[in-house]
């Protein structure tokens, strides 16, 4: 005999393998407050952090993520360098392990925080939020979040920012839109990254481009060399566009 | 790999309520995954099968029902997307198949504990 906890109203009769299959009385259901949604909980947290961020201290936040060797930490770099001059930057840099992408922004002049995942492989906004602790916001104007180097998890993990750049490469093949769906799905914009040897390793980006507007229709989609800058200005004119910051004014 | 954090989460939740109504086991747990999620049924059962060792639900049946996406569009439409053809994977299309306009999920992105069965007679 079991009681059911949760569950809507209606009765509620389940196999069960302790010999209850019978339909013997006594199995009801009690109309809980239903189970939270675990991960509509982590959304919640990102709301806090972009509140806490965006709204309450004015700092523009943007988030890149993609895989490792995407080029996601040399397109901050170029990003950085291109930066208005009294621009003060802040980014939070998450790692499986290792400070080495933390340690190429604060040589451009970031002030970084950096966050070792262990066993995770993405941040969440618990993550981010400890360490916005780290940060002193009323001394920034833009705070870059860059993800651990995954195409999968962070799907399901926004983090708070006004815009999720999701940054792919020539080298990762020009199917790689079609393999991670649910992520293209979850980020603003796309940066498709080392168009410089796109014929040398035999992928169309005109297909990835195609690829993305099926798969998130209104996508932004920036083609770049991060290495040498190409292709970048257009990409900072939209995170300017994107990404204000928006204190006070709601 | 993030089930085993969202199962600890679970069972947390499972044993929290199971305690709030006096029962000192779970004997199933069931739970709503969205299909748009990229949380692997499987592996959220194996991880939740190691969770709940040595908790209420140590020998709790796990069952997962999968959510289909669901969406709306600002023109007014709302339903179930159709699945993108000839992807390696299952994705919702976003694009309303009424204006072509890009659709929000309404369901499918969830992972919920929808109930939680513990023996009779523990509250009524």
Not at chain 1, 75 to 98: H, K, Y
Not at chain 2, 14 to 43: C, F, K, Y
Not at chain 2, 87 to 111: K, V
Request: aromatic letters at 2%; hydrophobic letters at 35%; one cysteine or more.
């Amino acid at each position: 005999m079991l009681t059911d906890l949760f569950g809507p109203l209606s009765m509620h009769r389940f196999g069960h393998d302790r010999g209850d299959t019978d339909g013997g009385s006594g199995d009801h259901d009690h109309n809980d407050t239903g189970g939270t949604d675990v991960l509509a909980r982590y959304r919640e947290r990102a709301s806090e952090v972009h509140e806490r961020v965006v709204h309450d201290h004015g700092v523009s936040c943007i988030e890149f993520l993609g895989s490792t060797g995407s080029g996601k930490t040399t397109l901050l770099e170029r990003l950085v360098e291109r930066r208005p001059a009294d621009e003060r930057v802040g980014a939070i840099v998450g790692d499986v392990a290792g400070d080495d992408d933390a340690r190429r922004l604060e040589a451009c002049g970031v002030d970084v925080v950096n966050v070792n995942t262990g066993k995770e492989c993405h941040l969440d906004a618990s993550l981010v939020a400890d360490a916005v602790d780290e940060l002193d916001l009323e001394t920034l104007d833009r705070l870059y979040i860059e993800n651990v180097g995954n195409m999968v998890c962070p799907a399901d993990f926004p983090l708070g920012a006004e815009a999720r750049v999701l940054v792919v490469s020539t080298t990762e093949g020009d199917d790689v839109v079609r393999k991670h769906p649910l992520l293209f799905q979850s980020c603003d914009a796309a940066v498709v990254n080392k168009t410089d040897i796109a014929d040398a390793v035999g992928a169309d980006t005109d297909r990835m481009r195609t690829d993305i507007t099926e798969v998130a229709p209104d996508m932004e989609v920036f083609e770049t060399n991060a290495r040498d800058g190409s292709g970048t200005d257009r990409l900072t004119e939209y995170l300017a566009a994107s990404g204000r910051g928006h204190a006070h004014t709601d | 790999m993030h089930e085993l954090s969202i199962a600890q989460s679970l069972v947390d939740q499972a044993v929290d309520t199971a305690s709030d109504h006096g029962a000192d086991r779970i004997d199933r747990l069931e739970l709503a995954v969205g299909e748009a999620t990229h949380l692997n049924p499987d592996q959220l059962v194996f991880c939740l099968e190691n969770v709940v060792a040595g908790t209420p639900a140590a020998d709790a049946d796990v069952v997962v029902d999968p959510v289909p996406p669901e969406g709306t569009c600002t023109c007014g439409w709302s339903g179930e997307p159709d699945t993108l053809p000839e992807l390696p994977i299952a994705a919702p299309d976003l694009r309303c198949p009424e204006c072509g306009e890009r659709i929000e999920l309404t369901a499918g992105t969830e992972c919920r504990l929808v109930r939680i069965s513990v023996p009779e007679a523990v509250e009524a």
